[in-house]
């Protein structure tokens, strides 16, 4: 396939997938956005990605790290435009879940941990939420509203204030794709990743420290540090996925790297599909725990008043999410403290065990034995 076929498929696969994908969304076919987004987007992704990176290797082959990190800054500059875009689309297009009422002027059932209300002659699954989830404390309809939790340091951690967050996300992701690959052709490309790896599983140690400071002790300075933090990690995460293009060329050669880039990705697709459900997975243990620690606080008869079922359907609740931890905290005592800032703690723990291993794993990286090395990429035929 030339480099045209290429284009013209990888927009074809691209662009079809994310209709593909709306048309699923549309319908209620989970399946189609799978199909859609999924394998079309993510076929037509790799043939863009790939493609242009393996022929700007070729054509600066003594910046190859610049290159290949200019060509990938894009990757980490989308969001720097779709962030305000998915906002003016909340905007317009987000309806407000419908307001009942007060919880003592609604008639409320609970089965199985999940909560119902007669609404226009039907009995229809409800909400019930606080001042600080929903705005407006009270029964709602249905589960999507937006949340408004904003317990620690109100007058700055804003939703604006969220929404630079992610944009800043971008930009820091953009910048860190052109930084490290461009540093990476000065200081060698194994010598980069044991950056990545070293300050990485040190940053992800630290956010739990910080989180445990913000929760104590409410200043701006943890906020900071914490805002710095996770910049420097996304300026890695752009670095590594900008440098590992050069990485492969002085590892295997020039000649397929595009094939063996490609190969590599895989691992990047398994991991998207492994990762979340692991880190999930530990975020739920930590929430569980962290619900059943408060239930052991809390008062039975409060318990029962707030959620119109007994302390036994603890499990049965938290499952249905009619049981979370900021209504736990509005029957908690005085004094007890908050553990949403710990939720994640498992999860950081995890995260810089794994960047632990990656560095001894560079470690032993080694260039490939002259033996397999091609003496002519273009042997004479017989």
């Known amino acids: 396939m030339n480099n ?8 074809c696969l691209w662009g079809g997938g994310f209709i593909v994908g709306s048309l699923g969304i549309h319908f209620h076919q989970l399946w189609l956005v799978y199909l859609g987004y999924g394998i079309l987007g993510g076929c037509g992704l790799g043939l863009g990605y790939v493609s242009p990176v393996s022929t700007l290797i070729r054509w600066f082959p003594d910046r190859r790290g610049m290159a290949t990190g200019m060509a990938i800054m894009g990757f980490g500059g989308g969001a720097m435009i779709g962030t305000p875009l998915k906002e003016f689309l909340l905007r317009t297009f987000w309806e407000s879940p419908q307001y009942l009422g007060t919880v003592e002027s609604v008639s409320l059932i609970t089965e199985r941990g999940r909560r119902f209300a007669e609404v226009s002659g039907q009995t229809v699954e409800v909400v019930v ?5 929903a705005g407006r404390e009270g029964v709602y309809v249905g589960r999507n509203r937006r949340h408004r939790r904003v317990e620690y340091l109100p007058d700055i951690a804003t939703p604006a204030f969220a929404a630079t967050y992610v944009f800043m996300i971008s930009v820091f992701n953009l910048c860190g794709r052109f930084f490290w690959a461009s540093i990476s052709d000065y200081i060698g490309r194994r010598n980069t990743y044991y950056c990545f790896f070293a300050l990485g599983s040190a940053l992800y140690l630290s956010i739990p420290l910080v989180a445990m400071l913000v929760s ?8 900071i540090m914490f805002y710095a933090i996770t910049m420097v990690v996304f300026t890695m995460y752009g670095g590594g996925f900008a440098t590992i293009p050069a990485y492969l060329s002085d590892v295997f050669g020039n000649l397929h790297v595009g094939a063996i880039h490609g190969r590599l990705l895989t691992a ?26 408060l239930a052991e606080k809390v008062d039975q008869a409060d318990f029962e008043g707030k959620f119109g079922a007994p302390l036994a359907s603890l ?28 939720l994640y703690n498992i999860t950081m723990f995890v995260m810089a065990g794994l960047l632990a291993a990656a560095f001894f794993a560079n470690f032993m990286i080694r260039p490939v034995a002259a033996r397999h090395h091609l003496k002519s990429s273009h042997p004479d035929p017989d």
């Open 268 to 293: 990047w697709s398994v991991a998207g599909i492994a990762g979340p459900f692991i880190l999930t997975y530990l975020r739920d243990l930590s929430l569980k725990r962290s619900i059943s620690q």
């Open 216 to 223: 104590a002790n409410p200043m701006v300075v943890w906020l």
């Open 4 to 11: 045209g076929s290429s284009r013209t498929a990888a927009a």
């Open 129 to 133: 939420a606080g001042a600080m989830e």
């Open 315 to 342: 499990d049965e609740l938290v499952a249905a999410k009619t049981v979370t931890i900021s209504k736990m905290m509005d029957i908690a005592p005085v004094g007890v403290a908050d553990p949403t800032p710990n």
